[in-house]
């Protein structure tokens, strides 16, 4: 006993653990593992030989190996902690932390005023082989009470190091036969986090007639310390203690000062350090904005290099001088000279820092602007003189852009995708972000923030806080709906606009329209609802596949008899945890969706269930987009996912228009405001408070069913269109600028961009967020595959026809003539729709959500029906493949 395990894989993948100093007698061998196994609480998987992995942590380890007589040091684990060790050494697939026989605990350190407190140390070992070198320094780290991992090639060194950020490394530089040593500390101080690690180099040990090699290649490879190979554990535990008290102690102090320096980032008062020699160090962005420049033009001059205001005193600088340099605190009022060369008054308190030797080594100044009428007007003059140049350009260009049509805009637009190798991307799309700041249609108070974005930059710092919460406020009240231009040079575009932007024209008297489908359909005669194990395997094979974009819903419609919303519900519902969150049982979800997809026309050739399973399914997609996933919590997912399925139950297949223009009795009650988006939320939740069978809130808690059922509905309201602009304007103003601010921010420090957690701190961006998803999973249908998008644009083209049919019959005011289908171009209509309301809501999702397959088939359509348009077909598709 006492030495260490030998672990075997047989062929069949069975791995066996005995001990080396045992009989080789069957009852001897332990089987750990065949496939997957428990073994003292321990979940261990395998399959093949060649799982085990390269990154190694045991969770129980005997003693080192003996090697014949020798002393016992102090510390080691002794015959009888040997004999209780367990025979058999657990190894999983996933990186893990051993367990310490010493208790670790935290450490406390004080960096000036600033007390810190440090976790536990973690230590890699990239060792190729394990023997009495590594064993040592496993020891070691056991005795000092360090977590540690063994990692056995590069790339599982690499991995382990980014997973666990380990503040000490060990790399066996003995040998190359296995790996390169330089090569490994290079790649690994490649990576930002290896900033403040150290690495420690294990070198074999020197003859005493060999001459004693440079450390100089070491250095240059990334090592921070040499180790001559000693395998005795308390080497190695002497050595990896003097790098805690000196390396990583030092570099966990550095590491604090990124606090210090956030706070003087975001600090108001303007800040500047410079050297005992007046060069300039440091500037904060508040000292940017105030004196004009850029911290790349100040920092490393010095002070006497930068011009000097002629407004003060001309003792004034000796003054100044003569305090700091004695190591006391002089302020007061200084006038500075900006860059533009005018003159502000600032208070002014200047700091001596001791550092070593007792001498002053820096010197800190606070500057805050005196709020005076002079400095105003000077800050104004300055401000609009430098920014006359660049206003007279952009007003040029918007002045040139608003005059062509959103289908000419690739003639004056200079930015070019860089996203995609699709060629129709790049000479027709372009960078989601870019396009944000050039939006052809554009409301009035998305110019607004602009221009006091533009105004905040060399703003003092009292306006720009002003301008802060004229922001704050501009973006949280309904100031977003765009002014409209008129269209009467595309009437597609004017007919959309007219038939999708308004509730309806003042109806005519005499006529009102019923719905001559049942408005109230009852579920009491529905079938008994279908159970998983009812599922026909041509649906679950189809469904195998409803987490890829290219899902086909229309193959899914024809298998399920035109009931794709309840197969496709109870696989989403199942995957999200929709059941769960609402402590619902199966067969009341799976009655609930039937009740639903029962109360869709199916008789409407668009607005069916296979509709809002399709928005199901999109919705389902966004949810797990990451940063989507990030930004939402679980009662935002199932708030999705409940408003996707209901947004438009028992639709007749008439926009709000015609219902308004009919009198018809949903606009009478809801006022022809929002009709048909009022009706499907409410009649959905009479329907499933109705029946306790159907009804999945029954359970939910009261806290939990008010924000959720507030959710629902304002989800389901945003798929009106009149605020369609209004949406995708405050999602572009409130959440793709700020967070492509911030990315700018980060990568420009290169540093990592917290946005996702930004947006999960304000709930109201989280509601932008979801309105704009499933408004886009609402309107998809141009970014599916072509085939896919063919055959909705024929859907909802005839469902517009036999609108325009109506009209004519009852009438009626048409609310879109160009949707006749006699003289009806569906290219153009689609061209339209896409210019006009697609375009800039999936840039700005892309922007968020990262879309690529999306834009893809966006640009591919696209090209598609401008190739039809070009040809003057007014069908779906060219001659040549309707043949």
């Not at 956030?262 to 962005?285: F, G, K």
Request: proline share 4%; aromatic share 8%.
């Amino acid at each position: 006993m006492g030495c260490a395990p030998s672990i075997h894989v047989s062929q069949s993948g069975v791995i066996y653990c005995r001990d080396s100093d045992e009989s080789n007698s069957p009852h001897q061998t332990t089987t750990i593992s065949q496939g997957a196994a428990t073994l003292h609480g321990l979940f261990i998987k395998t399959d093949a030989a060649d799982s085990i992995p390269s990154v190694l942590a045991y969770q129980s380890r005997p003693a080192p190996p003996c090697s014949g007589p020798r002393r016992r040091e102090r510390g080691e684990p002794g015959a009888a902690a040997r004999a209780r060790a367990p025979h058999c050494c657990a190894i999983e697939a996933e990186t893990q932390t051993s367990h310490s026989s010493v208790k670790a605990s935290t450490t406390e350190v004080q960096i000036g005023p600033m007390r810190l407190t440090q976790d536990p140390i973690q230590v890699l070992l990239i060792f190729a082989k394990e023997d009495n070198q590594s064993d040592g320094f496993w020891w070691a780290c056991d005795r000092a009470g360090y977590r540690c991992n063994i990692a056995r090639t590069p790339e599982s060194a690499l991995e382990c190091f980014l997973d666990k950020h380990q503040e000490i490394i060990v790399i066996d530089h003995r040998s190359s036969r296995y790996f390169d040593a330089e090569a490994i500390c290079r790649s690994l101080r490649a990576t930002k986090p290896s900033e403040h690690t150290v690495i420690l180099a294990v070198v074999p040990r020197t003859s005493s007639d060999q001459e004693e090699t440079s450390v100089l290649p070491l250095l240059r490879a990334g090592f921070d310390r040499r180790f001559m190979e000693n395998s005795s554990i308390t080497a190695c535990y002497n050595e990896l203690i003097q790098i805690e008290h000196g390396e990583v102690r030092s570099q966990f102090k550095l590491r604090a000062c990124n606090a210090v320096f956030t706070a003087l980032d975001h600090c108001q008062e303007a800040i500047e350090i410079t050297s005992e020699d007046h060069v300039i160090q440091y500037v904060n962005p508040a000292f940017e904005r105030m004196m004009g420049y850029h911290k790349g033009e100040l920092i490393g001059k010095e002070l006497t290099e930068l011009p000097k205001s002629d407004k003060n005193r001309a003792d004034l600088l000796d003054t100044i001088n003569t305090f700091i340099k004695k190591g006391k605190e002089w302020q007061g009022v200084y006038y500075a000279r900006r860059k533009s060369g005018d003159s502000i008054q600032q208070h002014v308190k200047i700091t001596p820092v001791i550092g070593q030797g007792g001498k002053i080594r820096h010197f800190v100044s606070l500057k805050r602007l005196r709020c005076t009428n002079e400095n105003n007007k000077q800050l104004y003059k300055s401000h609009r003189d430098e920014k006359y140049a660049g206003d007279n350009s952009q007003s040029e260009s918007h002045s040139f852009r608003c005059k062509n049509r959103r289908k000419d805009s690739i003639d004056v637009k200079s930015i070019t995708s860089q996203s995609s190798d699709a060629p129709s991307l790049q000479t027709r799309r372009y960078s989601s972000m870019a396009r944000i700041h050039s939006m052809t249609i554009e409301a009035p108070i998305t110019k607004v923030i602009n221009i006091i974005n533009a105004a905040q930059e060399n703003s003092p710092i009292t306006v720009a806080e002003a301008l802060d919460r004229v922001l704050e406020i501009l973006r949280t009240t309904e100031l977003y709906s765009p002014q409209l231009g008129t269209k009467d040079e595309d009437p597609h575009t004017s007919d959309l606009v007219g038939g999708l932007m308004t509730d309806g024209l003042r109806r005519l008297s005499g006529n009102e329209y019923v719905f001559s489908k049942n408005m109230n359909l009852s579920h009491s005669h529905l079938s008994v609802p279908v159970t998983i194990n009812d599922v026909p395997p041509c649906i679950t094979q189809l469904l195998d596949n409803e987490e890829s974009w290219d899902f086909n819903i229309f193959e899914l419609e024809a298998v399920t008899n035109k009931r794709p919303l309840i197969y496709l519900g109870l696989k989403v519902f199942a995957r999200f945890g929709v059941a769960e969150f609402l402590n619902c049982s199966e067969a009341t979800l799976r009655a609930w969706l039937q009740m639903i997809e029962a109360n869709y026309h199916s008789s409407n050739s668009y607005h069916n269930s296979t509709h809002a399973a399709d928005v199901l399914h999109a919705t389902a997609f966004f949810l797990g987009k990451e940063r989507v996933k990030g930004s939402l919590d679980h009662l935002d997912e199932v708030a999705a996912l409940i408003a996707a399925t209901i947004h438009d139950v028992d639709h007749p297949g008439r926009t709000n228009s015609f219902l308004c223009n009919a009198g018809s009795e949903l606009a009478v009650l809801y006022n022809d405001t929002a009709v048909l988006e009022s009706h499907h939320t409410a009649l959905a939740f009479q329907l499933t408070a109705k029946d306790s069978k159907c009804n999945i809130f029954k359970n939910i808690d009261r806290n939990h069913y008010r924000p959720l059922r507030q959710a629902i509905i304002d989800m389901v309201l945003a798929t009106e269109m009149t605020k369609h602009f209004e949406h995708v304007n405050k999602f572009v103003n409130s959440i793709n600028k700020p967070m492509a601010s911030e990315e700018n921010s980060s990568h420009s420090e290169g540093g990592h961009c917290a946005c996702t957690a930004n947006v999960k701190n304000f709930p109201d961006n989280q509601t932008l967020i979801k309105r704009m998803m499933i408004k886009c999973a609402d309107v998809a249908n141009p970014c599916r595959p072509l085939e896919l998008c063919i055959e909705w644009a024929g859907r909802i083209s005839e469902e517009y026809f036999a609108q325009t049919d109506e009209e004519k019959r009852q009438g009626l005011p048409v609310v879109m003539p160009v949707f006749d289908r006699n003289t009806c171009s569906i290219p153009k209509s689609q061209i339209s729709f896409i210019d006009y309301f697609i375009t800039d809501m999936f840039d700005a999702w892309d922007a968020f959500a990262h879309l690529p397959v999306l834009m893809q088939h966006l640009a591919n359509n696209y090209k598609h029906w401008k190739t039809l348009d070009e040809l003057k077909c007014k069908s779906l598709r060219l001659p040549s493949e309707n043949n």
